[in-house]
């Protein structure tokens, strides 16, 4: 008990100094975020294109989610256990809980992404109607910052808002849509900044994250779900990047996202709290009378300590771990050990009983009875939530214009393969300058289309970094329903086009002039429009292969088995045709009296 209480006093000593040091730091952080509010809310009643305030409930029922292991033989695991809950507009919903808890995997249940090798059961209803992400009324933020490094915020916000919003919307109100957003977000002052990559100094973590936000909200959302949103940020941008989602709710939204552990003055503003622990539910309710639940169960929240620490206290059996292995520590050195160290309680045992006090408790109750009371709820309002999407043709359009632009700024997309396809050219055109056209000089120019094809070939995979970092970004905004898979393609090709001709065009010149091969316009064109689909394959490959792999390591070996594998067959295939086509001479013709027809024919092959 002294040990506890000791230690209890050093806490509170240590959290009164932290708390001390960083209030005049988010005193002036909620300053900016209410004048920014203040701005955004008259931009929003001054706006003639913000959707209609509509009442949506979210409720989900005795949901559960499995996954199988071993590649779905053998035995499963249970990620959620019978999870009940609902999410109100004009709130924000925390689902917070240790790592493991299952907080992602109920957010992607209720937002309807789950993996393919995850099993749910449960009903999740939008006002009794179920509703996946891509309709417009819902949207989903990840953990991780999915944005082009090399656009602006303003660029970024621009493209996204013509490619989502109905076509039916003027030039005009889609900018209005674009500045209440960028004021709602706090975005003012980087607007015209880049986003930044590995080689580009951009915008800070707040401010990315902030942008992402901005993004999905751009469609006026009814439910907006966040992944973690405050990962990785610091105390002032996290509370930021929450007063802007609470303000967000309090437009008439629901705002549901994980949260691994808030701060104080974060936990303060959520309006309601699911806890979970090891999939099952340790409380569902108003997020203020989340510590009165404990301590009814018998475990009170100390004075000055944050809720959110103590929750996680109580149920994160990574403490048992390290109280252990403490105590083996002590054991092993000279110092004695209390004999009142351990505690009496295991995380295990707080868990059951914090799990046997909520379901017979009145918070469950009446979290059914809410429930049903919401069930009851007129399901023709949401045939008014259904968003048109526009027009296939603006969508390609506006993605082959943002992809144009992201490769003209990134100099590792195209730009440094081009000047390395005319290196290339330049030397295969100063090792067989002016080869001539005699028969001797056959194999000669032969060798030299081989090692530049071969060359050229090889660089291809000096794409791959660009291509896996925009499909991130595309796989990102299809799976919310942005566009579809084939306006994707399409748009990728038409922007690479030019640069696959300019390509085409440097390297076949150079080469063509330089080696001197057989001269005329024909001929040119013939060199020159091989080059360009060779380059165009091998851009696809680099395509299937971004498509199919994780990261760029893997990228780069299988991309490098595919290219040692074209130049084998390329090479297999000319020999096959030379030998061919001198069996076929040697048989119809005296080889020795036709061979300049039979070189110029080869070289056609």
């Not at 900016?32 to 008259?42: A, I």
């Not at 849509?177 to 607007?191: P, S």
């Not at 048109?388 to 700024?409: A, C, E, G, P």
């Not at 090709?493 to 330089?514: E, N, Q």
Request: glycine share 6%; proline share 2%.
């Amino acid at each position: 008990m002294k040990v506890e209480e000791s230690t209890e006093n050093e806490l509170e000593q240590s959290e009164m100094k932290v708390e001390e040091s960083t209030e005049n730091e988010l005193e002036q952080s909620e300053m900016k975020v209410e004048e920014s509010t203040e701005n955004e809310l008259k931009q929003s009643e001054s706006s003639t294109v913000m959707r209609e305030k509509k009442e949506i409930y979210l409720v989900w029922e005795d949901v559960t989610a499995v996954v199988a292991k071993n590649l779905g033989k053998g035995a499963t695991r249970k990620l959620l256990n019978r999870q009940s809950g609902y999410a109100l507009p004009d709130r924000i919903m925390a689902i917070m809980g240790p790592s493991g808890s299952g907080k992602s995997t109920l957010l992607d249940a209720l937002a309807g992404r789950l993996s393919s090798n995850v099993i749910m059961s449960g009903n999740v209803l939008l006002n009794g109607k179920q509703r996946k992400i891509g309709n417009g009324s819902i949207s989903y933020t990840t953990q991780e910052d999915f944005l082009f490094g090399t656009l602006t915020v303003k660029e970024t916000l621009t493209y996204s808002a013509h490619l989502r919003l109905p076509s039916t919307m003027t030039k005009d109100e889609i900018n209005s849509v674009i500045e209440n957003t960028i004021m709602k977000m706090g975005l003012q002052d980087c607007a015209d900044n880049k986003v930044g990559n590995w080689h580009l100094r951009g915008l800070s973590g707040g401010e990315k994250r902030r942008l992402s936000i901005s993004l999905e909200i751009l469609t006026q959302p009814y439910v907006l779900f966040l992944d973690e949103p405050t990962s990785g940020l610091d105390s002032a941008s996290a509370l930021f990047v929450i007063h802007a989602l609470k303000n967000i709710a309090l437009d008439g939204r629901i705002v549901v996202c994980s949260i691994h552990q808030p701060s104080g003055y974060i936990f303060d503003l959520f309006d309601d709290l699911c806890l979970l622990s090891s999939g099952e539910t340790i409380y569902f309710g108003e997020a203020k009378l989340a510590v009165k639940f404990f301590a009814e169960a018998g475990f009170p929240c100390p004075t000055r300590r944050n809720p959110s620490d103590h929750f996680l206290r109580c149920i994160n059996s990574d403490f048992d771990k390290m109280a252990s292995t403490l105590l083996r520590s002590l054991r092993d050195s000279a110092v004695s050990v209390p004999s009142n160290f351990e505690t009496s309680f295991t995380t295990e045992d707080i868990k059951a009983k914090l799990i046997e006090k909520y379901r017979s408790s009145e918070y469950s109750i009446n979290t059914r009875k809410k429930i049903r009371q919401i069930a009851l709820i007129n399901e023709e309002l949401m045939s008014a939530l259904i968003e048109s999407r526009n027009n296939w043709w603006k969508q390609l359009y506006t993605l082959t214009i943002r992809s144009f632009v992201n490769m003209i700024r990134d100099l590792g997309y195209f730009w440094v393969r081009t000047l390395f396809y005319i290196l290339i050219s330049l030397g295969a055109g100063i090792m067989y300058f002016d080869v001539g056209l005699s028969n001797s000089a056959f194999v000669t120019r032969a060798k030299c289309y081989t090692y530049v094809y071969d060359f050229l070939i090889c660089l291809s995979v000096g794409g791959l970094p660009s291509f896996l970092e925009e499909w991130k970004v595309s796989y990102h905004e299809l799976l919310n329903g942005h566009y579809g898979e084939a306006v994707f393609m399409l748009s990728n090709f038409f922007a690479s086009f030019i640069f696959l001709v300019i390509m085409s065009l440097s390297s076949g010149t150079i080469v063509f002039y330089m080696v001197k091969f057989h001269l005329g316009f024909s001929h040119y064109c013939y060199l020159c429009m091989n080059f360009f689909f060779c380059f165009a394959i091998m851009e696809s490959v680099a395509m299937i292969v971004a498509l199919l792999v994780p990261n760029f390591l893997m990228g780069i070996g299988v991309s490098a088995f595919a290219v040692v594998s074209k130049i084998l067959s390329h090479r297999f295939s000319i020999l096959i045709i030379f030998m061919l086509a001198l069996k076929e001479a040697d048989r119809l013709y005296d080889l020795s009296a036709n061979v300049d027809v039979f070189v110029d024919g080869i070289w056609t092959l």
